[in-house]
Structure formats: structure tokens, C-alpha cells
């Protein structure tokens, strides 16, 4: 269905004539369009923030008193054949203690009365970012217990848990609220589409006694869906932009912590094409529910 | 051109047409009379498929209301132009852009539609008020825009109904004039009438319905 300039000049009719309403749908799907930007940007925000820490996460095994350099050479080749660990370093137990002294400072002291070193030699393990969930690392935990030479396995579970469903949490309350607000903006064009055809009921029925046919009724307010729909997203892009150029910049001079705000703009960008798509959805529905 | 064949019209169990069997030669003007309630409007929204019939079978312009889809009625409605008892101008629209809306849903091009809604509205002396608003025209001249609407893209049947119901006699036969000359280019007309004044001497033929029924044939 290829709209002609004269489907154009009835949605402009009918925009003018029902300024109003039409009006009042824009700032709604503008509204909606803004906050689910706003959600976007807090999502994106806490993810590159959190994104980073896995990096810094380590796995420690601790290791037999009684095993040798070869038995350590082998279990760290096993272990750097999985694909999951990232890196291995081997700590001597003389340079765990030295770690430990320089961690203390001036309370080191405090060992001075230990006659030998009680601390077991121990490898550090790195993994690789994608594998940094809790239950992938419990596994590993696991089937590094299991290796004989092991005798213990440190890591931060709780600290993996809480990142776990904090990034979690937030996608699926993003998800939920763009679901929510997405179908809401659809439901206000698929209203106004249907208010707008029974204020003009009248014309289209005198339209469809001179021969139109339903692509031609339906198109001009495919169009005002779609027009509504696109100054929607454009008004939530002028909107989400004014936020953060003259609101969190501004912020960000008295307080610096703002400056750790990273505003991803390209992602934004298809805001008006997020619109125009709601928009024509709602007024299709609109037009497919109606009886003309 | 046009041929009923035993047709039937219930509303709600008011029969507004029963058994009605006619028909319409191309080129033909047909006058439908008959007092109100006789189910003269019946017949002319049948033969623009406004309505649907009950029983029997309508032909229209070589459409058959057996076999036509939905998709297809817009475009039997476009081989078929109607004059409205309720005129069903556009209000918000001038008499121009009134008469145009029968070629852009056509999809007709602009130029053409410029020259033939001059033409036509130069053709019932309207050309001067092609700006005005139907509100602003007197009953005679909203019924000559509706005349210019139904014949602007030349369909080859005209239905008129009540043509005349409001005008005054001079106004009236100035309305019959147009829709003779437009006769008189080989386009078949149906009009309905209760005013015998309009095909009285006319020489054309007349149907004459009561409560739904055909009782009788007649030369006007």
C-alpha cells in the first residue's frame, strides 16, 4: 500500500482539525518514550560501572603442605587447559607471607612471634570474564577441590552473588518497565486512532459510498500514527538530551561523582523510528479492530 | 445494465423490498416512484451494494451481488455515482475539494482533477462558487454539487434519490435539465421520485413500488 499525497493531506487535515488530541497522545508518548530512555540510560550505566569488577575477580587454591614443584607444575598446566581461567600464578607461601607483611605495615608485629611460616602455598586464579557467575564458579570451585595437591578454595561467593542479581534484577525490572510502556504508548495511539475515526465517521462513510476502498480510508491514519508516534520519540530525544547536558553537567561541576556518568547519545538515537513503529502499530490495531 | 431478479430486502422483519424482478438497459433513464415507505431508497442502496439483498440476485454494470468479494464493492461504487437524498457534502471542505474527493479516490492526478471539476462545475453553474462552503449554498445549489460530485468521474449509471425533494419548482427544473443532459451523453440514470411532476411528459419509463413491491410499469 503505497500512500498517496492525498492520504498525506488528510492526516495533516486531521492533525490540524484535532490539535488537541493529537497533541495530548505526542506529550504521552513523549512522556513514555523519556522514561524508558531514562531507564535505558540507569541500565547502561550500572552495567558499565559493575562491568569492570569481574576483572579484578580472583579464585585462590590453597595448597598441600607436602606438595612438590612438579605436582604444582602439572596442576597449574590442568588448570590453564580450562577454558574458563583466564590466568595462574603460583604464590609461594615465603611470598605470601611477605604479601601479608606489607598488607599489615606496621602491625607486623604481630608476626614476629611465629616460629615458621604458617601460611600454605597457594595459586591464584583468574577467570575469564564471561564465566564470572556464581554458579560457574561454585562448579570450578568444585573440580578444583577434587584435584589432588588441593586443599582449599577461596573466593568472593557472596560478593559474585550480589553482582549476579544486581545486574539481573535490573535487566528484568528494564525489560518489564520497556514492556509496560511500550504496550502503554501503543494503547494511547491505538485510543487516539480510534477517536480520531469516529469523529470522522461520517466523511469515511460518504468516502466509502463514492468508491473508496479501505487502503484508502486506513492510510491517512496509518500516517498520523505514525507522525504522532515519531514527534513522540523526537520529543523524548530533545528530552533526554536537555537531561543530560544541562541537568548532569551541570551537576557534575559541583559534583564529580556525576562525571562518571557515561551517556551512550547513539543509542538514542532511534528513539523518533521506536516512535514512529508504536505509533503505526497502535493505529493498525486501531483500524483492524474497527468496523468500516 | 441494471437487472433485479426476485429480489428481497427485509429490516428487521419489515420487508422494504420483496420479490422485486426489473431492469435497466444501458443508456436508459428510469424513474422509481411511489409514495414514502414504497422502498424506493431500498432500491437505489441495493444497486450501490449499501445494502445487501435477502433473496435474488442484482447485476450491476456486469457485477453480479452473487459472486462479488467485499474488496470488489469499492470498485462497483466508482462505476456507479450517487445523488444523496441527505447530499452528504463535506462540511469542513469547499464545493471544489467536495466534488474532487470522487477523482482523488480514483487516484486521478491532480492536473486532470483541476480540469475536470471545473468542467464539470461550469456544466451545473457552479464554477464560481467552487471556494464557497456547502453551508453557505442555498438547498438548489448543494444539490447541483452533489449532481457535479456523482457525474465528475463519468460513472455509467447515475442513481438519484429525491433529487428535487426540497427545491422550489424553478431551482427543480434546472436539476432536471443537468441530469437530461448528462441522459443525453449516454449515461444511464435511475432516479427516485414521489414528484409525478418530474416525469410526468417525460417519456421515460416509470417504475411505481408500494410497500415494497412492484405495481406497475409505465411510460412517464
Known sequence: MIPTPYAFTLALQSMIREKWINILSVLSIGSGLLIISLALFSVYNIDAATRSLPEKFSMVLYLDKDINKENVDSLVSALKKQGAVHSVRYIPKEEAMRELKAVLKNSSYVLDGLEENPLPDALEVKLTRDVVGPEAVKRLADEALKIKGVKEVEYAEKFLSALHYLKVGLKTIGIILIATLST????????????????????????????????????PFLIEGAVIGTTGGILSLVGIFVFYYLVLLRLSVAMPIFKMILFPSTLFLPLPFLGMFLGMTGAAIALGRLRY | MINFSGVTKDYDNITAVKDLTFFVDKGEMVFITGPSGSGKTTVLKLIYYAEQPDKGTISVAGWDTEKIKESDIPFLRRNVGVVFQDFRLLDNRNVFENVAVALRIRGVNEKEIRARVFETLKSVNLRHKADAYPLRLSGGEQQRVVISRAIVANPVVVLADEPTGNLDPVTAGSVMKTFKDIHAKGTTIVIATHNRELYKNSGKRVLRLDTGVLVGEEIG
Open chain 1, 184 to 219: 502503554g504508548i501503543v494503547f494511547v495511539c491505538y485510543s487516539t486512532v480510534k477517536i480520531l475515526f469516529y469523529r470522522r465517521k461520517e466523511e469515511i462513510e460518504t468516502f466509502k459510498l463514492l468508491g473508496a476502498t479501505r487502503g484508502f480510508i486506513r492510510t
